[in-house]
C-alpha cells in the first residue's frame, strides 16, 4: 500500500557526480526513517545511508563526505547527492523508507499498522 519509485541513475566517469531521488505514495499516516541501500553484484545488500524524519543522516564510511542524503517530508521524498564517484560505487541503489499506514475512522486519519516498503531499484554505473 506504499510504494516507492526511484529515478536518477545512470552511467557516469569516476569524479563525476549523480542524484537519486525517490518518491513514497499510497497510504502513507507517517514515514520515520527513509533510506538508500545498494547491491552490488554478486554481493549483499548494504546500507549506504539513512535518515530520519527529524534530519539525523547516518552514512556508511565508504560514502562518508562523498554522499549526501536529505529529505522532504511535505513530499514524501529523499534524495541522495553522490560526489566523487569511484568505480567501487557501481550497484543498484533502492530506496527503503519505513512507518505507518493511515485508516479513516472517528473522523480523522489514523496509523493503522506499520510498513516498511523498498523500490525497484536503480541502476549506478561508474565507468574508471
Same mark, same amino acid.
Given at each position: 500500500?506504499?510504494?516507492?519509485?526511484?529515478?536518477? @541513475?545512470?552511467?557516469? $566517469? #569516476?569524479? =563525476?557526480?549523480?542524484?537519486?531521488?525517490? +518518491?513514497?505514495?499510497?497510504?502513507?499516516? &507517517?514515514? %520515520?526513517?527513509? @533510506?538508500?541501500?545498494? $547491491? #552490488?553484484? =554478486?554481493?549483499?545488500?548494504?546500507?549506504? +545511508?539513512?535518515?530520519?524524519?527529524?534530519? &539525523?543522516? %547516518?552514512?556508511?564510511?565508504?560514502?562518508?563526505?562523498?554522499?549526501?542524503?536529505?529529505?522532504?517530508?511535505?513530499?514524501?521524498?529523499?534524495?541522495?547527492?553522490?560526489? %566523487?564517484?569511484?568505480?567501487?560505487?557501481?550497484?543498484?541503489?533502492?530506496?527503503?523508507?519505513?512507518?505507518?499506514?493511515?485508516?479513516?475512522?472517528?473522523?480523522?486519519? %489514523?496509523?493503522?499498522?506499520?510498513?516498511?516498503?523498498?523500490?525497484?531499484?536503480?541502476?549506478?554505473?561508474?565507468?574508471?
Amino acid at each position: 500500500q506504499v510504494q516507492l519509485v526511484e529515478s536518477g @541513475g545512470g552511467l557516469v $566517469q #569516476a569524479g =563525476g557526480s549523480l542524484t537519486l531521488s525517490c +518518491a513514497a505514495s499510497g497510504s502513507i499516516f &507517517s514515514i %520515520n526513517t527513509m @533510506g538508500w541501500y545498494r $547491491q #552490488a553484484p =554478486g554481493k549483499r545488500r548494504v546500507l549506504v +545511508a539513512t535518515i530520519t524524519r527529524t534530519g &539525523s543522516a %547516518n552514512y556508511a564510511d565508504s560514502v562518508k563526505g562523498r554522499f549526501t542524503i536529505s529529505r522532504d517530508n511535505g513530499k514524501n521524498t529523499v534524495a541522495l547527492q553522490m560526489n %566523487n564517484l569511484i568505480p567501487e560505487d557501481t550497484a543498484v541503489y533502492y530506496c527503503n523508507a519505513d512507518g505507518a499506514i493511515r485508516a479513516y475512522s472517528g473522523d480523522r486519519w %489514523n496509523p493503522r499498522r506499520a510498513f516498511s516498503s523498498w523500490g525497484q531499484g536503480t541502476q549506478v554505473t561508474v565507468s574508471s
